[in-house]
Antibody, heavy 118, light 111 residues
Framework: QVQLVESGGGLVKPGGSLRLSCAAS????????MGWIRQTPGKGLEFVSY???????IYADSVKGRFTISRDNSKNSLYLQMNSLRTEDTAVYYC????????????WGQGTLVTVSS | QSVLTQPPSVSGAPGQRVTISCTGT?????????VHWYQQLPGTAPKLLIY???NRPSGVPDRFSGSRSGTSASLAITGLQAEDEADYYC????????????FGTGTKVTV
């Protein structure tokens, strides 16, 4: 079945870095746009970044210049390199598959918690 | 900050009907862009509930229905059940933003 599994979250100090991974299975990964969406208690769901099947990427203004999305189609994996982390980046980060030719997300991974704190 | 506004909470007794509104602007719902809905059960990831305003993925009960009109969309739950207690989010494309769209502020449904 279609499955997404995130990993790489954890506790990091402000200014630090973290790399999230998302392992995909059950579908032809290279055909799909993939995205990272985060959720904080106070701000709900927020689109972070997404990458097209061709490798082009888009970022939310709040992470532009600090986060980098990438993918390795040979490994069916999506990544999010997060640098210069801030306390406001604390959230659960979800990996999600974007529907072909449309903009809804299904499925979502289980999420990985990133905590930025000194 | 989301550009799609939802009521923070709605509640209903088992068997009742509740509706959740998602209010947008002329750059998203009002421009004719489709609305999608997600259900997030406690402690789990969001799950697609409704796509393209009114379509249910396989496995979603027909108690859930969606609609869109003007600058708003609505999610209705009829025959409310205890397992429907969850957070619900709308999503739409916005022409003023880059990327696949924006999410609503979220609504907690209490049964």
């Amino acid at each position: 079945q279609v499955q997404l599994v995130e990993s790489g979250g954890g506790l990091v100090k402000p200014g630090g870095s973290l790399r999230l991974s998302c392992a995909a299975s059950g579908f032809t990964f290279s055909d799909y746009y993939m995205g990272w969406i985060r959720q904080t208690p106070g701000k709900g769901l927020e689109f972070v970044s997404y990458m097209s099947s061709g490798g082009s990427s888009i970022y939310a203004d709040s992470v532009k210049g600090r986060f980098t999305i990438s993918r390795d189609n040979s490994k069916n994996s999506l990544y999010l390199q997060m640098n210069s982390l801030r306390t406001e980046d604390t959230a659960v980060y979800y990996c999600a598959r974007q529907q072909l030719g449309d903009n809804w997300f299904d499925p979502w991974g289980q999420g990985t918690l990133v905590t930025v704190s000194s | 900050q989301s550009v799609l506004t939802q009521p923070p909470s709605v509640s209903g007794a088992p068997g009742q009907r509740v509706t959740i509104s998602c209010t947008g602007t002329s750059s998203n719902i009002g421009a004719g862009y489709d609305v999608h809905w997600y259900q997030q059960l406690p402690g789990t990831a969001p799950k697609l509930l409704i796509y393209r305003n009114r379509n249910r993925p396989s496995g979603v009960p027909d108690r859930f229905s969606g609609s869109r009109s003007g600058t708003s969309a609505s999610l209705a739950i009829t025959g409310l059940q205890a397992e429907d207690e969850a957070d619900y989010y709308c999503q739409s494309y916005d022409s003023n933003l880059s990327g696949p769209g924006v999410f609503g502020t979220g609504t907690k449904v209490t049964v």
